[in-house]
């Protein structure tokens, strides 16, 4: 299957979305450490003092422009194509921690990041190509199909199941809950992104959208998938540890964002079965290797805290052993370190 000029530009804007926000994590990692080594104070324990600290906002201003280059990308390639390359950012950051922050990449991890790049390429070789589209009036009409319509109808009743059902009883306890949640609005923000990018290319090309109000619509819809998304995410990650968090979340946002995309712009009508099982199966290869990278990654954290002891001042064990992080009776008791307690709790940032 021949390549087209828009897949091509939809990789490499998808390429250029991980790199910077791979490296993103790392810089802003770097300046809350300095910014925490300046103050006393980690931002997961409540310090701000991250905001003055320069590092920090290189860090930030990456991520928004890799976040830009990601959005840039869905008007040109399909959903299926860019959703599962971002879990290269994934590879960037592990690589870029080996060498920067000195955070070991155990053997497996190497293994996980070849996986991930291996499934990658073949989604590349194997996705089809993007469809024509004239006018934000096209997308509205493979919105409102039926198939997507009752996509869209079955993902706001689960998400109304789970914020007022679930939540209150086992979302503090069961990863599924706050997570499940984020993915089903990601694939709809995922879809309403692809629409909304789209209507702003044809108005750079001259074709002007704005005046439509589907696109006034589907910005809308952004915005609100968005701000869900990011605020159940952040209770998950708040709530349960990252190494389970992120590659649960990846598995379950990317399979339903390419499955709403599938529905709502037919990517796989024009496709052979052999192309479709290649990319499914260079789509498992990518989750495996997911899987396997951020298992090796926690598995060096506990590694680490077992082999090595960093203490850190008194009045400092004290600042992070506040909240979540304070003793209990029987800990005191016994004699344990408060400053070994405080580094076994995982970093969230």
């Not at 860019?82 to 991890?109: D, M, N, Q, W, Y």
């Not at 964002?257 to 498992?284: L, P």
């Not at 060096?300 to 009045?315: A, E, K, L, T």
């Not at 344990?336 to 970093?347: A, K, N, Q, V």
């Amino acid at each position: 299957m021949g390549f087209s000029k828009d897949n091509l530009k939809g990789v490499l804007l998808a390429l250029l979305s991980s790199g910077f926000i791979g490296a993103s994590f790392i810089i802003k990692k770097k300046g809350l450490r300095k910014a925490a080594a300046a103050s006393g104070v980690r931002a997961g324990y409540g310090g701000y003092s991250y905001l003055l600290e320069p590092l920090w906002w290189v860090g930030f201003i990456t991520m928004i422009v890799g976040e830009i280059a990601n959005f840039v990308a869905y008007a040109f390639a399909p959903a299926v194509l860019v959703t599962p390359l971002g879990a290269l950012s994934i590879i960037v950051s592990a690589v870029l921690a080996h060498f920067i922050l000195k955070e070991r990449l155990h053997r497996l991890g190497v293994l996980g990041c070849v996986m991930c790049i291996s499934g990658s390429v073949i989604i590349v070789i194997h996705a089809p190509q993007e469809h024509s589209i004239t006018s934000v009036l096209e997308i509205w009409s493979m919105a409102t199909q039926p198939a997507f319509l009752l996509y869209v109808g079955s993902v706001i009743v689960l998400v109304f199941i789970l914020v007022f059902h679930f939540v209150p009883q086992c979302g503090h306890t069961n990863v599924l809950v706050f997570t499940g949640i984020c993915s089903l609005m990601g694939s709809l923000s995922v879809m309403s992104v692809k629409a909304l990018g789209t209507a702003l290319k044809l108005t750079f090309e001259g074709k002007n959208q704005l005046i439509y109000p589907e696109t006034w619509f589907f910005m809308l819809v952004v915005a609100t998938c968005v701000i869900t998304q990011m605020n159940y995410l952040n209770k998950a990650l708040d709530t349960f540890n990252t190494a389970v968090v992120s590659p649960i979340y990846y598995v379950m946002f990317t399979t339903l964002a390419i499955i709403a995309s599938v529905i709502m712009f037919k990517d796989w009508d024009d496709q052979s079965g052999a192309a479709i099982i290649s990319e499914i199966c260079g789509f498992i290869v990518v989750l495996c290797g997911t899987i396997v990278l951020h298992s090796t990654r926690e598995f060096d954290r506990s590694s680490s805290f077992r082999g090595s002891y960093m203490p850190v001042s008194p009045s400092l064990s004290a600042r992070l052993c506040n909240g979540n992080g304070e003793l209990s009776k029987h800990e005191e008791e016994n004699g344990s370190p408060s400053e070994e307690i405080c580094l076994r709790r995982p970093e969230l940032y």
